[in-house]
């Protein structure tokens, strides 16, 4: 058996402790998944207020630490836990100055609380605990100062010096960008970026630059922020880290979305038991005030109402499936959002009610029924880093239509797991909703074989850990030649 690695874990977000998308789900999943492979892996995040309230089963520890910034020695002290249903510890620096407030993020201040929070995570772990990692994976631009440290200051203390390090993007929209002086309160020196400013730090052009590896959460996703369309200002950077660049899809956590076993269900049921499908969806359209009629394709959408949803495509599309364009259908959709779309979809449903209900609400325990009671669920996405929305519906057997970009080209394939199409335009959006209901209306046994191979698609957290801990052991390579 390959050695067991020590991983230093470090995110914003960790489900359940605090996750405000996708970041939470991978940050509370994936350590899990390494665990599972025999790794001794430990997370680090900073003590919001929920922890410093008081969370069951998190203690204090007997400690202080001193973390060392350009603004002299400050203390954090340091809460323990475990992730659920796990043996994986998970620290939390406590600064109730910097951390103790009703949000995860959007302060003014967040360069420096992130960059506060990195610098004592390795201070806990390495100086502290003594515990010297044999790879440090940090995600997004919060936990890139750590990374930056490491690169720069790092390299003269012998406890930290020659670090192989993994820089994971989730979301480059969010950059991190700041003031020159933090390098000084981070207490290194190093020179700037193109991509920066005069004066700017770019935290995750740093983290980009800095770290060992680099990688994103889909490989289409990898190639397309490289160019200037996707790269959100970094795709000269991100070409030229090109070989160290990147792509695992997320996984889905197969405990919780399990048609066999989710409790929000009316019918639990699995690929043997698809009829079962048929008592949801006469749950989902009895809920919704739509007719209980069997055989008509329902058309399903579960979505923050974002112009990156691609809603702007989505409206024309809307207007000809109701308009009966492609014969009878149903259509659902259950998302909050930019008021304009909201409107624009409460306007349509008025016009069709018997035909569309949109619930405009985030409402967990009805986008189960939606999943399990649904015919074809769409993602007409303009960019999509990974997407979690296919393959919860593959999964559920209803079959995706999305548009081929980042992780929905990665994990849906035309004509074999659903319906796919290439241009970001409402007409090639239609002609892929007119195969997908023409296949649906006219072949049974095909439609059937699409949801069962959707159903059979491995899209579990043990296998996207695999990827990840390959790539571990790369970085490690790289800093032993
Ligand atoms: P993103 O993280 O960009 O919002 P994903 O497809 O990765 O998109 O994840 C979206 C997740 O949020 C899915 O699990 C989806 O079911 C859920 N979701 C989105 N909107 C709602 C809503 N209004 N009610 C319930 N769940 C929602």
Same mark, same amino acid.
């Given at each position: 058996?390959?050695?067991?690695?020590?991983?230093?874990?470090?995110?914003?977000?960790?489900?359940?402790?605090?996750?405000?998308?996708?970041?939470?789900?991978?940050?509370?999943?994936?350590?899990?998944?390494?665990?599972?492979?025999?790794?001794? $892996?430990?997370?680090?995040?900073?003590?919001?207020?929920?922890?410093?309230?008081?969370?069951?089963? $998190?203690?204090?520890?007997?400690?202080?630490?001193?973390?060392?910034?350009?603004?002299?020695?400050?203390?954090?002290?340091?809460?323990?836990?475990?992730?659920?249903?796990?043996?994986?510890?998970?620290?939390?620096?406590?600064?109730?100055?910097?951390?103790?407030?009703?949000?995860?993020?959007?302060?003014?201040?967040?360069?420096?609380?992130?960059?506060?929070?990195?610098?004592?995570?390795?201070?806990?772990?390495?100086?502290?605990?003594?515990?010297?990692?044999?790879?440090?994976?940090?995600?997004?631009?919060?936990?890139?100062?750590?990374?930056?440290?490491?690169?720069?200051?790092?390299?003269?203390?012998?406890?930290?010096? #020659?670090?192989?390090?993994?820089?994971?993007?989730? #979301?480059?929209?969010?950059?991190?960008?700041?003031?020159?002086?933090?390098?000084?309160?981070?207490?290194?020196?190093?020179?700037?970026?193109?991509?920066?400013?005069?004066?700017?730090?770019?935290?995750?052009?740093?983290?980009?630059?800095?770290?060992?590896?680099?990688?994103?959460?889909?490989?289409?996703?990898?190639?397309?922020?490289?160019?200037?369309?996707?790269?959100?200002?970094?795709?000269?950077?991100?070409?030229?880290?090109?070989?160290?660049?990147?792509?695992?899809? #997320?996984?889905?956590?197969?405990?919780?979305?399990?048609?066999?076993?989710?409790?929000?269900?009316?019918?639990?049921?699995?690929?043997?038991?698809?009829?079962?499908?048929?008592?949801?969806?006469?749950?989902?359209?009895?809920?919704?005030?739509?007719?209980?009629?069997?055989?008509?394709?329902?058309?399903?959408?579960?979505?923050?109402?974002?112009?990156?949803?691609?809603?702007?495509?989505?409206?024309?599309?809307?207007?000809?499936?109701?308009?009966?364009?492609?014969?009878?259908?149903?259509?659902?959709?259950?998302?909050?959002?930019?008021?304009?779309?909201?409107?624009?979809?409460?306007?349509?449903?008025?016009?069709?009610?018997?035909?569309?209900?949109? $619930?405009?609400?985030? #409402?967990?325990?009805?986008?189960?029924?939606?999943?399990?009671?649904?015919?074809?669920?769409?993602?007409?996405?303009?960019?999509?880093?990974?997407?979690?929305?296919?393959?919860?519906?593959?999964?559920?057997?209803?079959?995706?239509?999305?548009?081929?970009?980042?992780?929905?080209?990665?994990?849906?394939?035309?004509?074999?797991?659903?319906?796919?199409?290439?241009?970001?335009?409402?007409?090639?959006?239609?002609?892929?909703?007119?195969?997908?209901?023409? $296949?649906?209306?006219?072949?049974?046994?095909?439609?059937?074989?699409?949801?069962?191979?959707?159903?059979?698609?491995?899209?579990?957290?043990?296998?996207?850990?695999?990827?990840?801990?390959?790539?571990?052991?790369?970085?490690?390579?790289?800093?032993?030649?």
């Amino acid at each position: 058996m390959a050695t067991s690695l020590k991983i230093l874990f470090l995110s914003a977000e960790v489900d359940p402790f605090a996750k405000t998308g996708g970041l939470g789900d991978v940050g509370g999943s994936l350590p899990k998944a390494l665990r599972q492979l025999g790794h001794d $892996v430990r997370v680090v995040m900073p003590a919001y207020r929920k922890i410093e309230q008081g969370y069951e089963g $998190v203690t204090a520890l007997p400690l202080q630490l001193n973390v060392p910034t350009g603004a002299g020695l400050i203390p954090a002290g340091v809460f323990e836990g475990r992730l659920p249903d796990s043996d994986v510890p998970i620290y939390f620096i406590a600064q109730h100055h910097l951390f103790d407030r009703p949000q995860v993020y959007g302060y003014g201040d967040d360069p420096y609380r992130f960059a506060f929070y990195s610098r004592a995570a390795l201070d806990l772990m390495v100086a502290a605990l003594a515990w010297r990692p044999d790879v440090v994976h940090a995600h997004d631009w919060h936990t890139a100062p750590a990374i930056t440290w490491l690169a720069t200051a790092g390299q003269v203390d012998p406890r930290y010096a #020659n670090m192989p390090t993994l820089f994971t993007i989730h #979301n480059l929209a969010h950059q991190g960008r700041t003031g020159w002086q933090i390098f000084d309160y981070l207490g290194l020196q190093t020179h700037g970026l193109r991509e920066e400013g005069y004066g700017e730090v770019n935290f995750m052009a740093r983290g980009i630059y800095h770290a060992t590896l680099v990688n994103t959460v889909s490989p289409t996703y990898a190639q397309e922020i490289t160019t200037p369309m996707g790269g959100a200002g970094l795709d000269g950077l991100l070409r030229y880290r090109g070989r160290d660049l990147s792509g695992i899809l #997320n996984g889905l956590d197969y405990g919780v979305w399990d048609p066999a076993g989710d409790p929000r269900l009316v019918a639990r049921y699995d690929a043997e038991r698809l009829q079962e499908r048929k008592s949801n969806r006469h749950a989902l359209q009895a809920y919704l005030g739509l007719p209980q009629k069997d055989y008509v394709p329902l058309v399903a959408m579960v979505s923050r109402l974002d112009y990156q949803k691609g809603l702007d495509i989505t409206g024309h599309v809307l207007h000809l499936l109701m308009n009966g364009f492609a014969g009878d259908a149903q259509f659902v959709v259950l998302g909050t959002g930019a008021p304009e779309y909201e409107q624009m979809l409460a306007q349509l449903a008025g016009y069709h009610r018997d035909k569309m209900t949109a $619930v405009l609400a985030y #409402n967990a325990n009805l986008a189960p029924l939606i999943y399990a009671g649904s015919d074809i669920f769409i993602m007409p996405s303009l960019f999509e880093p990974c997407g979690l929305g296919q393959l919860i519906a593959m999964r559920y057997g209803s079959v995706p239509l999305v548009k081929a970009t980042g992780g929905l080209a990665d994990t849906v394939l035309e004509g074999e797991t659903g319906f796919t199409f290439r241009h970001h335009t409402a007409g090639d959006f239609w002609q892929a909703m007119q195969r997908a209901t023409y $296949v649906y209306n006219t072949d049974r046994a095909g439609w059937r074989q699409i949801q069962l191979n959707g159903m059979a698609a491995d899209y579990s957290w043990a296998k996207s850990a695999e990827g990840y801990e390959a790539l571990y052991r790369q970085a490690i390579a790289r800093h032993q030649s």
